[in-house]
């Protein structure tokens, strides 16, 4: 299993990149940055190409969420696209029932909570996920030298909305789950493991030159935990895409005692949410692993003299770093002003890598 001659990260296009070179733990020409939600609702022609058009349906048709996936990238000259799709993508490509709820998030019609329930569960079926790759096909066509990043939901995080049924604060069903039925646990995660491995599999083979696995709520759970029930189907997932060589983040909030398990389930980048400064989390992770983050989004809205020094702060911090990637420390805020964002992208490529 590997990525063909013409894959953009194997024929010249962006192994060079600065963001393949930092997430590779080199040296970039500059600091390479991108912002998780960089699509989205802070964009007023993404508000534009949305109307009348649900969420879902937006990422399964492939010429809008290329247009979608390079709006940012053109607006903002961020280092890279990050794939406009949804985790719940998979789920609703294997059959299941699940929507997203506008300002509420994913909601699953019948959620999945017994023995029985995850027996059920349709197997996701790879000519399902003709939609994604022609969909990345045409985005890498107009990226050029740009890498785009594909992505995937963890195990956990996708469990977490598949158990509860849509979004909630402690995900109390879930982490009774794991200890109460824990081969119905297993069996569910392997479900959403495989599912989000063959979701970023098809991602990586059609183009993109890195993924990032998002366990957004994996902060919900000690370390024990994470590591006994989590951690397992989190490395089987990324089995799905390790053989073909691209670098591989992962990224969750609330995460700051996780880092080294998070790590270990064999990556190359941690992304670190906006609550530990960089250079802690490099400690912590012992000094060898390439970082991504973490401006804080709350103060994309503070004034300039707040969020400059906060910007060169983070720049600072990730030095300590053998390759670090700006990010924010979580997505972009709907009501977040696109020219703030322009303007963080022109102070960080302007400071010397
Ligand atoms: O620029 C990007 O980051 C691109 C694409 C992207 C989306 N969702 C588009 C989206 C990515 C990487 C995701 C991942 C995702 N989806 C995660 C992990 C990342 C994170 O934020 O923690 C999670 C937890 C989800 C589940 C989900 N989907 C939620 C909680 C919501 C928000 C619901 C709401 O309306 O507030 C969504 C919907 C969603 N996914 C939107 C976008 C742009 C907003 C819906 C819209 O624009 O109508």
């Not at 709820?101 to 027996?119: E, I, K």
């Not at 996920?129 to 096909?137: C, D, F, N, T």
């Not at 053998?322 to 963080?344: F, M, Q, Y």
């Amino acid at each position: 299993m590997t990525l063909n001659a013409s894959h953009p990260l194997m024929d010249g296009r962006t192994a060079d990149s600065d963001l393949i070179t930092a997430y590779r733990g080199g040296k970039p020409e500059r600091r390479p940055v991108w912002f998780m939600r960089q699509a989205g609702r802070s964009l007023p022609e993404y508000r534009e190409l949305r109307r009348g058009i649900a969420m879902l349906d937006s990422c399964l048709k492939p010429d809008l969420a290329a247009e979608i996936t390079l709006q940012p990238v053109r607006r903002h000259d961020v280092d890279a696209g990050i794939f406009f799709s949804d985790i719940v993508i998979p789920l609703k490509l294997a059959g299941v029932d699940v929507d997203i709820v506008p300002g509420v998030g994913p909601v699953l019609g019948t959620p999945v909570r017994t023995a029985a329930d995850v027996a059920n569960l349709p197997v996701l079926d790879d000519e399902a996920l003709e939609p994604i790759r022609e969909a990345v096909r045409l985005t890498v066509a107009e990226l050029g030298r740009k890498p785009l990043i594909g992505f995937a939901g963890a195990p956990f995080t996708l469990a977490a909305y598949m158990v509860e049924g849509k979004p909630s604060r402690d995900h109390l069903g879930p982490r009774t789950m794991m200890h109460a039925e824990p081969d119905t646990w297993r069996a569910l995660a392997n479900w959403a493991a495989d599912a989000s491995g063959k979701f970023l599999r098809a991602q990586l083979e059609a183009g993109a030159s890195a993924g990032q696995l998002f366990d957004s709520w994996a902060g919900s759970l000690g370390v024990a935990d994470y590591q006994q029930h989590v951690a397992p189907a989190s490395k089987r997932a990324l089995d799905h895409v390790r053989a073909l060589g691209a670098p591989l983040v992962h990224f969750g909030t609330g995460t700051s005692e996780l880092l080294p398990a998070m790590r270990d389930v064999g990556v190359d980048v941690i992304g670190v949410d906006y609550r530990l400064p960089l250079d802690e989390a490099n400690r912590r992770l012992g000094g060898t692993t390439p970082l991504q983050g973490n401006i804080d989004p709350a103060l994309l809205a503070a004034p300039w003299e707040v969020l400059e020094p906060h910007v060169r702060q983070v720049l600072a911090a990730g030095e300590a770093a053998p390759g670090h990637v700006v990010n924010l420390g979580h997505g972009v805020p709907p009501e977040a002003d696109p020219a703030v964002l322009t303007r963080v992208v022109e102070l960080i490529h302007s400071v010397a890598p």
